[in-house]
């Protein structure tokens, strides 16, 4: 495991995101989620060569999409941020089965962060793993296609909320398992950012420009 220093909230140093809640059920803390959400956007449009993307305009829950891009079609997108390790907790339905999450969405993609690993040294004898935020972007209709295929494998399960009508089914999303109808990997993955710490718990995301740790070409401006 690597012993590199890990990155310390400060919240006087702005694109620094704490977000602890995003781990802990508590959803409805709007002003960091739009933090959030702003901080990523700066960050896409600075270094990808994605079309300018710019927020909905909406204030609180707004289901159908959170921003879109400005061509053409004003494509939509759908911002979903985790602090889980892993795996991103997609949301299907309400909790009473009501429709909700990605069976309402208008998106045609899903912009996503979430924690993950990175290895330094592929292809050296040791391994050297960080612990960081992993941005992906996938097609809507591949998270559909992914749903009908693997729900076997990963069961929708109950996630609580503190107001329990707001509860959702979710299922677990793992990228490594997302394929387009070609069978081509599917996983959208954008970079890697440095997550941030309170101590040694991981409590949020480092969204600053000149921290990006790696990139995939696919993206990269």
């Known amino acids: 495991m690597s012993t590199r220093e ?16 995003l781990s802990s059920g508590k959803w409805n803390q709007w002003a960091k989620v739009r933090e959030a959400e702003n901080a990523l956007t700066y960050l896409i449009n600075h270094i990808t060569n994605l079309p300018r993307m710019v927020d909905n305009g909406k204030e609180g829950y707004f289901p159908y999409y959170d921003a879109y891009w400005l061509d053409e079609e004003e494509t939509k997108i759908e ?3 985790s602090m889980k390790d892993k795996v991103y907790p997609l949301e299907l339905s309400k909790g009473d089965g ?4 990605l069976s309402i969405t208008h998106a045609k993609y899903y912009l996503t962060v979430n924690r993950g ?23 809507t209709e591949i998270l559909k296609e992914y749903v009908q295929t693997c729900e076997p494998l990963h069961a929708r399960y ?3 909320h503190s107001n ?3 509860s959702s089914w979710c299922m677990n999303l793992d990228f490594k398992l997302l394929y387009d109808k070609d069978g081509d990997r599917a996983d959208g993955w954008i970079c890697d950012i440095p997550l941030l710490y309170e101590g040694n718990e991981p409590v949020g995301y480092d969204f600053r420009l000149s921290k990006v740790i790696r990139m995939s070409p696919r993206f990269k401006k």
């Not at 890990?6 to 602890?20: K, M, N, R």
């Not at 009501?98 to 999450?101: M, Q």
């Open 79 to 81: 911002i979903k941020m």
């Open 117 to 139: 690993w990175l290895n330094h040294t592929p292809d050296g004898p040791t391994a050297d793993w960080e612990a960081v935020g992993k941005i992906h972007l996938v097609e």
């Open 158 to 160: 109950l996630r609580p």
């Open 164 to 166: 329990q009508s707001e």
């Open 98 to 101: 009501a429709p909700s999450g």
């Open 6 to 21: 890990l990155v310390q909230y400060d919240g006087s140093i702005p694109g620094l995101v704490y977000l602890p809640f």
